[in-house]
């Protein structure tokens, strides 16, 4: 395979650039613009000393190291070097330039991990891990990601699919040989296997909604009327939450996107209106608006000002939340005079009501704890990294369900013993899907094409 070459690094400056190069005439290229200070031959994961030169003019362009990767022991399993040079955008641009003039071709975004994969290295559920690794946002994520980086997922597909083969086998015996089998026995037994196979899929397959929680977060937003307390509960959580806070740009322009981790699920924290900004700034947000923003949540966080009786804009609110996950948030708990507490329209919401002072900063945990509860996501599932997170494995797990589902339907419907065997086989491709055994070339593009370049 012809030899491929990338910035591997973020685009930008930075402390140390790393240039990569995969393929069988990476050394060859490196001997034509890197002289080592150590003329000595190279060692598989060692570095060398040196400068990398322009190789038409012999003029230094950086002071390197060079580490070297010699096949099959390298990420693509080729022969790989990385040179880390200075981190600014000329100096590594005229080391990929040399690369290039060298003979190595551009990589395509993903184009390593895609060669790792042809090369069997890895699967393609790995493969994708790679890029669930590197666009992970919560530690919870991170960790399911290296787990299926590691292979938990292809092994566990894996044994499901030795199973199948094994029902598979069982069958095929029966045709090839009828006078040694009694037809029942081998139903029976098939139809046993199959539900046991069922069952391992079934756990998988619900999982995707833990695991879709985990990877996209709670989606979760704070209503309220003016001055309830909105920004002030927002900044207690983001303020007092020590895991690490990302801001990113909301999917409409006015809003931003806030993940905290809290009792180890993740929430996607819609800040309406940007009310972290000041206040003069901002729209307050309309009813109108509000009635959007709930409508797309997964979780309500429905907040009154405790010391005022309803306004409409609140009744209104209440009646918005009434089929929603909502938690209802009785602020300024602080100032003893709470008038909402035998609020008929509250008590009757059937939600759960945690009164808070958002400014002290007490109930808080109550309100940690109602959300954990609400979404009472399979810890130990999720701590041994037992979950998915990406839609294509799931729906080839869903495929593949309902294929086994026919398939044992056809048993009881006493079907002959060949036709099972069609929709066991198609289950078996679907599961094939998932490691990539059985994917089209198209499949493969679009999966690769969402990763960065240099990876
Ligand atoms: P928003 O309009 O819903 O975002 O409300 P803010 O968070 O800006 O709060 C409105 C006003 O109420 C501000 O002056 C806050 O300082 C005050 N406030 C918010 N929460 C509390 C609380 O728990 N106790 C008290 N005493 N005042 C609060």
């Given at each position: 395979?012809?030899?491929?070459?990338?910035?591997?690094?973020?685009?930008?400056?930075?402390?140390?650039?790393?240039?990569?190069?995969?393929?069988?005439?990476?050394?060859?290229?490196?001997?034509?613009?890197?002289?080592?200070?150590?003329?000595?031959?190279?060692?598989?994961?060692?570095?060398?000393?040196?400068?990398?030169?322009?190789?038409?003019?012999?003029?230094?362009?950086?002071?390197?190291?060079?580490?070297?990767?010699?096949?099959?022991?390298?990420?693509?399993?080729?022969?790989?070097?990385?040179?880390?040079?200075?981190?600014?955008?000329?100096?590594?641009n005229k080391?990929?330039?040399?690369?290039?003039?060298?003979?190595?071709?551009?990589?395509?975004?993903?184009?390593?991990?895609?060669?790792?994969?042809?090369?069997?290295?890895?699967?393609?559920?790995?493969?994708?891990?790679?890029?669930?690794?590197?666009?992970?946002?919560?530690?919870?994520?991170?960790?399911?990601?290296?787990?299926?980086?590691?292979?938990?997922?292809?092994?566990?597909?894996?044994?499901?699919?030795?199973?199948?083969?094994?029902?598979?086998?069982?069958?095929?015996?029966?045709?090839?040989?009828?006078?040694?089998?009694?037809?029942?026995?081998?139903?029976?037994?098939?139809?046993?296997?199959?539900?046991?196979?069922?069952?391992?899929?079934r756990?998988?397959?619900?999982?995707?909604?833990?695991?879709?929680?985990?990877?996209?977060?709670?989606?979760?937003?704070?209503?309220?009327?003016?001055?309830?307390?909105?920004?002030?509960?927002?900044?207690?959580?983001?303020?007092?939450?020590?895991?690490?806070?990302?801001?990113i740009?909301?999917?409409?322009?006015?809003?931003?996107?806030?993940?905290?981790t809290i009792?180890?699920?993740?929430?996607?924290?819609?800040?309406?209106?940007?009310?972290?900004?000041?206040?003069?700034?901002?729209?307050?947000?309309?009813?109108?608006?509000?009635?959007?923003?709930?409508?797309?949540?997964?979780?309500?966080?429905?907040?009154?000002?405790?010391?005022?009786?309803?306004?409409?804009?609140?009744?209104?609110?209440?009646?918005?939340?009434?089929?929603?996950?909502?938690?209802?948030?009785?602020?300024?708990?602080?100032?003893?005079?709470?008038?909402?507490?035998?609020?008929?329209?509250?008590?009757?919401?059937?939600?759960?009501?945690?009164?808070?002072?958002?400014?002290k900063?007490?109930?808080?945990?109550?309100?940690?704890?109602?959300?954990a509860?609400?979404?009472?996501?399979?810890?130990?599932?999720?701590?041994?990294?037992?979950?998915?997170?990406?839609?294509?494995?799931?729906?080839?797990?869903?495929?593949?369900?309902?294929?086994?589902?026919?398939?044992?339907?056809t048993?009881?419907?006493?079907?002959?013993?060949?036709?099972?065997?069609?929709?066991?086989k198609?289950?078996?491709?679907?599961?094939?899907?998932?490691?990539?055994?059985?994917?089209?070339?198209?499949?493969?593009?679009?999966?690769?094409?969402?990763?960065?370049?240099?990876?």
């Amino acid at each position: 395979m012809a030899t491929i070459v990338a910035i591997s690094t973020a685009p930008g400056v930075g402390g140390i650039g790393i240039i990569r190069m995969s393929g069988d005439d990476c050394f060859n290229i490196l001997n034509k613009i890197f002289i080592p200070k150590n003329k000595g031959e190279i060692e598989n994961y060692k570095m060398k000393y040196g400068k990398i030169i322009n190789s038409s003019t012999n003029e230094e362009i950086d002071e390197v190291l060079v580490s070297y990767f010699i096949a099959p022991k390298s990420y693509t399993t080729e022969n790989m070097c990385e040179i880390n040079s200075h981190g600014g955008i000329i100096v590594m641009n005229k080391i990929l330039e040399e690369c290039l003039k060298n003979g190595a071709e551009l990589a395509e975004p993903g184009e390593f991990t895609k060669r790792a994969f042809l090369n069997g290295r890895i699967d393609l559920s790995q493969a994708e891990a790679v890029i669930d690794v590197i666009n992970a946002k919560s530690n919870i994520e991170a960790k399911a990601s290296i787990n299926q980086l590691r292979g938990s997922l292809s092994q566990k597909i894996k044994k499901i699919k030795e199973k199948i083969i094994n029902i598979m086998v069982d069958i095929e015996a029966s045709i090839d040989y009828p006078e040694y089998d009694v037809e029942e026995v081998t139903n029976e037994k098939a139809k046993n296997q199959i539900e046991e196979v069922l069952k391992e899929l079934r756990k998988l397959e619900n999982s995707f909604n833990d695991g879709k929680i985990i990877k996209e977060g709670i989606k979760t937003v704070i209503v309220g009327t003016p001055n309830a307390g909105k920004s002030s509960l927002l900044n207690a959580i983001l303020d007092e939450e020590r895991a690490i806070v990302t801001s990113i740009e909301g999917t409409t322009r006015d809003t931003i996107e806030e993940f905290v981790t809290i009792r180890g699920i993740p929430l996607k924290l819609i800040d309406t209106a940007g009310i972290r900004k000041a206040k003069d700034e901002v729209e307050q947000i309309g009813i109108e608006k509000s009635k959007e923003y709930i409508k797309n949540s997964d979780l309500v966080i429905a907040i009154f000002d405790a010391t005022k009786a309803l306004k409409p804009e609140d009744i209104e609110i209440l009646e918005m939340i009434r089929e929603k996950n909502a938690i209802i948030v009785l602020n300024k708990e602080d100032l003893n005079s709470n008038v909402l507490d035998k609020e008929e329209k509250i008590l009757s919401s059937g939600k759960k009501v945690i009164k808070i002072s958002a400014l002290k900063k007490t109930g808080i945990e109550e309100l940690y704890d109602e959300i954990a509860k609400l979404f009472n996501i399979n810890k130990l599932q999720i701590e041994d990294g037992e979950f998915l997170t990406n839609v294509r494995h799931k729906n080839s797990i869903t495929n593949a369900i309902k294929k086994l589902e026919k398939s044992e339907q056809t048993i009881l419907d006493n079907m002959p013993i060949d036709i099972i065997s069609i929709d066991i086989k198609d289950a078996l491709e679907e599961l094939g899907k998932i490691t990539g055994d059985s994917v089209s070339e198209d499949i493969i593009k679009e999966i690769f094409k969402k990763f960065c370049l240099g990876k």
